[in-house]
């Protein structure tokens, strides 16, 4: 696993020196999914750059990555190895010139993570773990914060694209604003996470996709941070890549916030 997640980090490096490359010396392309999600060229590139190494590397593996393969499907068949790829997480901030951009790799076997890098090419970070061997920050081990009530955390969260469900993620900001120190709107959901693995952050909570945040889970949870969702899995889904409703704190708050999202989503 040690070789793989090497390839895995390098992929990363690779690729974040290409996305900081194309915002430093290049007119920035972009476009829309969707009509309202918004991805640049760089975003293209990057996934390119990844998923041809990936495919020279391993061909019998499968990848699920964000720009070139979507298909959240692949992360229910277990049968073979799957890399999932966000190429640039935190795309608006990218866009905007904000330094809250990651490359998020993931690599799972029989539906469990077994390792995850999220590289900060920006601010040249590089979180880091294996499944069972801990997690890293730039070659040092991090753990999460001690935090025991929810009062006296920082939380983090993000807002979907589309402006259509607002209401019920409304209802538990506002729960969580009333009950928490204060919230903090990083723009990337892997940095978020990872943020919560080195103890920037306590907790975060949202619904995304695989690629944003399998990497991201299991560094955290090596960091000693409980990891769950505050709705249900669906039976067969593969708890590591499914992305709706998932919390991810320290382990001292995550039964109390739990149970207030779970009660604001009523
Ligand atoms: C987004 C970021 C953001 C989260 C969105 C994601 P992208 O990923 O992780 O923090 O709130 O749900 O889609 O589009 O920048 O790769
Ligand atoms: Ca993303
Ligand atoms: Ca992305």
């Known amino acids: 696993m040690q070789s793989i997640a090497d390839f895995a980090e390098q992929l990363a490096r690779q690729a974040g020196d290409l996305v900081r490359h194309e915002r430093e010396n290049t ?9 309202t999600e918004l991805v640049t060229h760089a975003d293209l590139m990057a996934d390119k750059l990844i998923t041809d190494a990936i495919r ?37 901030n990218y866009a905007y010139g904000h330094p809250q951009v990651a490359i998020s790799i993931a690599y799972a076997e029989g539906g469990r993570v077994q390792l995850g890098v999220v ?25 999460c914060n001690k935090a025991t009530v929810p009062r006296d955390s920082l939380f983090a969260t993000g807002f979907p694209y589309t402006k259509d469900y607002l209401e019920p993620i409304l209802k538990r900001l506002n729960t969580m604003l009333i009950h928490c120190r204060d919230l903090r709107r990083v723009g990337s959901a892997a940095l978020d996470i990872c943020w919560v693995a080195c103890g920037r952050l306590d907790a975060y909570y949202e619904s995304v996709k695989p690629w944003d945040f399998a990497a991201a889970r299991l560094i955290a949870v090596e960091a000693g941070a409980r990891a769950g969702h505050f709705s249900e899995v669906p039976e067969g889904q593969p708890a590591d890549v499914w992305g709706q409703d998932i919390l991810v704190s320290a382990p001292g708050i995550y039964d109390d916030i739990r149970a207030m999202l779970r009660s604001a989503s009523e």
């Open 56 to 92: 020279k590397q391993y061909p019998d593996h499968r990848i699920l990555s964000e720009e070139s393969s979507p298909d959240s499907s692949l992360a229910s068949d277990l049968d073979s190895p799957l890399w999932i790829i966000d190429p640039i997480d935190g795309t608006v």
């Open 119 to 143: 590289h900060a090419p920006f601010v040249d970070e590089t979180f880091r773990a294996i499944h069972g061997g801990g997690a890293v920050l730039n070659g040092r081990a991090i753990e």
């Open 27 to 35: 007119t920035l392309r972009t476009d829309y999914k969707d009509q």
